[in-house]
């Protein structure tokens, strides 16, 4: 059964740091990996998708890593902003349908 | 392009009264899911529809909730009677369907969701 874990649980940070976010996954059959934002009283926001047979994707200030062999993937944040406050979530889709998150990481960048 | 679109988007009940909501999902995304958000949780999948046809509804607590997809399009969750425990964020997703095509790649589009508070 698929689990999917995100550390830490939360963070805060000053502006301008740049930060990573963790995702680890309990088995690496995976089809994809999505990374979402969520701003409180919104639904999700998709940031990057990384396909498994990728090792990474850039989006602006956002990079996205996978290493399946070990399960993991990481959301790097460059000179973070106040704007990127938000929850943080990671998606794990396996061969079939069901797409699995974690609990997310809820950031705060203090200006 | 129209994103995935959620009716009503706060509601308050009672508990054992009933409740509904509706999604759109993007046209032509022929896969349709219906999420469980709690406060400080993740998404949970409650149930997931390939076209009108139900793929996945293992999670969803079937005594008090019920969905359907006619025509393969919109969408409506039910829950009767509500309970207090069912008090969470309803997201609605979508994606273009079958995996095993050169160009889809699986991604989920979510709507903005549907508060509900049981009280």
């Known amino acids: 059964k698929q689990e999917v874990t995100q550390t830490p649980a939360a963070l805060s940070v000053p502006e301008g740091e740049n930060l990573v976010l963790n995702c680890s996954f309990t088995d690496s059959a995976i089809y994809n990996l999505q990374w979402f934002r969520q701003d409180p009283g919104k639904g999700l926001t998709s940031l990057l998708l990384i396909q498994s047979s990728q090792r990474e994707q850039t989006s602006g200030r956002l990079n996205a890593s996978l290493d399946k062999s070990s399960g993991r993937s990481t959301l790097y944040i460059a000179a973070s902003q106040p704007g990127d406050s938000a929850t943080y979530l990671c998606a794990v889709r396996p061969g079939g349908f069901k797409t699995i998150f974690g609990a997310g990481t809820r950031l705060f960048v203090k200006a | 392009e129209a994103g995935v679109a959620q009716s009503p988007r706060y509601k308050i009940i009672e508990k054992r009264q009933s409740v509904a909501f509706w999604c759109n999902p993007i046209s032509g995304h022929a896969t349709l899911y219906w999420y469980q958000q709690i406060l400080g949780q993740g998404p949970k999948l409650l149930i997931q529809f390939q076209n009108n046809g139900v793929v996945d509804d293992s999670q969803l607590p079937k005594d008090r909730f019920s969905a359907e997809r006619l025509k393969g399009v919109d969408s409506t969750l039910k829950i009767q009677p509500a309970k207090l425990e069912d008090s969470a964020v309803y997201l609605c997703?979508?994606?273009?369907?079958?995996?095993?095509?050169?160009?889809?790649?699986?991604?989920?589009?979510f709507g903005e969701g549907s508060r509900l508070t049981v009280l």
């Open positions: 997703a979508s994606s273009l369907g079958r995996l095993k095509t050169r160009t889809n790649t699986g991604e989920l589009f």
